[in-house]
């Protein structure tokens, strides 16, 4: 029988075929992340309403056998894996599916070895994870999508998507050429989420928001403001559709999406 492989930060789980090591013996990472319900409660009313909703944590649980030849050698392997799987670390647990690679940045939350007295030379372990940001991804695969030499002062954009979940790209836009090239307008047509960068913007400058990490950057180092908010893209192919709009001024600019695709 074949056995799904599975790594923590390059450790390998799953060296089947050896006295020596680890055998993984079932991975629960497929369960999604939980929904979390957000509801304004009124206490003059029997219940509440409903706002938005957001994923929650997602858990995975792995075990299987350690195993060794001697007693020595298996308390060895018990040693090793405890300081691999080092409660509270932060790391990445791989697994691989129809032959592709899924990650996940996860928090290793216990790691449990209960075995019978007479028994030497293996034992039984289990550990749980949880999953830092809710979803998994292909770390092999980065989408992108480039449109050049655009000037017009609005700008529609259809971003297509795979995965499962919601995902979170990277979007550029780099100014080639401008002349009082005034606010820059982000709209996420789908969700209605907004972003506006007020100022004025010279050529050379490249506004980067990198809603992955959370941050804004503009590559002249000079301050990056906004208002609205951190925009959200929904977890479905190709109905993310994107208005990008100039104020006032002339512009000649390139704008480029990417992201990597997220999985429940």
């Known amino acids: ?17 050896t006295d020596e090591g680890y055998i993984t013996e079932f991975i629960d990472d497929e369960s999604s992340p939980t929904i979390r319900p957000d509801v304004a409660n009124f206490p003059s009313q029997n219940g509440g309403k409903w706002l938005s909703s957001f994923y929650g944590t997602k858990p995975i ?20 894996l405890k300081l691999v799987l080092l409660p509270s670390a932060v790391g990445r647990l791989r ?18 070895i209960k075995r019978e007295a007479y028994q030497t030379t293996k034992a039984p372990w289990e550990a749980e994870f949880e999953v830092v940001r809710s979803f998994g991804y292909r770390p092999d695969v980065y989408y992108r999508t480039t449109f050049s030499g655009l000037s017009g002062a609005s700008f529609d954009m259809n971003i297509l998507s795979s995965g499962n979940a919601p995902y979170e790209p ?3 836009l780099k100014v080639n050429t401008a002349s009082q090239l005034g606010n820059i307008t982000l709209r996420n047509l ?15 400058e490249q506004l980067e928001i990198n809603l992955e990490a959370g941050t804004l950057a503009n590559v002249l180092g000079s301050g990056v403001t906004y208002s609205g908010i951190l925009m959200s893209f929904i977890a479905a192919s190709g109905i993310n559709p994107l208005r990008l ?15 990597k695709p997220k999985y429940l």
Do not use: C, H
């Open 170 to 172: 990277i979007i550029k």
């Open 245 to 259: 709009t100039l104020a006032s001024g002339t512009q000649n600019y390139d704008v480029s999406v990417a992201y």
């Open 190 to 204: 789908a969700t209605g989420d907004v972003m506006t960068f007020a100022r004025t913007w010279s050529a050379g």
């Open 95 to 112: 697994t691989v599916k129809a032959g592709n690679f899924r990650d996940y940045d996860v928090i290793v939350k216990s790691v449990g």
């Open 61 to 80: 649980k792995a075990g299987g056998t350690i195993r060794s030849v001697t007693a020595s050698g298996l308390e060895g392997k018990i040693d090793e």
């Open 1 to 17: 029988m074949e056995q799904r492989p599975l790594w923590f930060n390059g450790f390998d789980l799953q060296t089947v075929g």
